[in-house]
């Protein structure tokens, strides 16, 4: 059973259009990162997340932490095409010194 | 420049045959890991280390040892590959603070693509 359910696994879009991408657990979290991945590259961290109900923008994405501190989704308006990549959400887990990742959203975008 | 290497990028190997996947940061951080990356399953964490000499496993630590002798790196053992070890590998590394660690993010390594025939 994967801890960090992402939703949907795939999403293929045109440029310019929003799109929102979930992750889920039963579990609650001290905190929760969002990471992208690029083909050939490791993962690059693009926000952490820590208080429930938090809101974080990074210019035409903008993070959600849920109250409860169990989800968050990631939001992007007018997609381009550079934001193509691979999504994934993380959160320590246990002694604060296991990260886990989810499955992560492939997204792509074209023109 | 900040940045977290690993050597070899791809390797090729057989089923039995001893390898290394070094890892190294110039960053001077306390926590370094490893991930594996397949199709479907995500990232998953196969060791990790507080600091020079402590380690402890991750999710999926079977077939595999790690050491940490110095701070700055961290290799891979695998000391008989077997196929099922065929995947995506990842090093990562960030600052770690006792009961803060979550604060800080993971740098990682560009990957290691190991083929186990």
């Known amino acids: 059973t994967q801890l960090l359910e992402q939703s949907p696994q795939f999403l293929s879009i045109q440029e310019g259009e929003n799109l929102t991408v979930y992750c889920n657990s039963s579990s609650v979290f001290s905190s929760l990162q969002w990471y992208r991945q690029e083909p050939g590259e490791g993962p690059v961290l693009l926000v952490t997340?820590?208080?429930?109900?938090e809101v974080k923008k990074l210019k035409r994405l903008t993070f959600q932490f849920g109250d409860a501190r169990k989800d968050s989704s990631l939001h992007i308006t007018a997609a381009q095409p550079g934001d193509t990549g691979l999504y994934l959400c993380a959160a320590y887990t246990g002694t604060a010194s296991k990260l886990t990742f989810g499955t992560g959203t492939r997204l792509q975008v074209t023109l | 420049e900040a940045q977290v290497t690993q050597n070899p990028r791809y390797l090729i190997t057989v089923t039995g045959k001893k390898l290394t996947v070094t890892c190294s940061q110039n960053?001077?951080?306390?926590?370094m890991s490893w991930y594996r990356q397949d199709p479907g399953l995500g990232l998953r964490q196969i060791y990790y280390s507080m600091n020079v000499e402590v380690t402890d496993k991750g999710d999926v630590p079977e077939g595999y040892k790690v050491s940490r002798k110095e701070k700055r790196n961290f290799p891979l053992i695998l000391e008989s590959p077997s196929p099922n070890q065929t995947s995506l590998y990842f090093c990562a590394s960030s600052l770690s603070v006792p009961l803060s660690a979550y604060l800080y993010e993971q740098y990682f390594g560009p990957g290691t693509r190991l083929t186990v025939t």
């Open positions: 960053m001077n951080h306390e926590y």
């Open positions: 997340v820590v208080t429930g109900g």
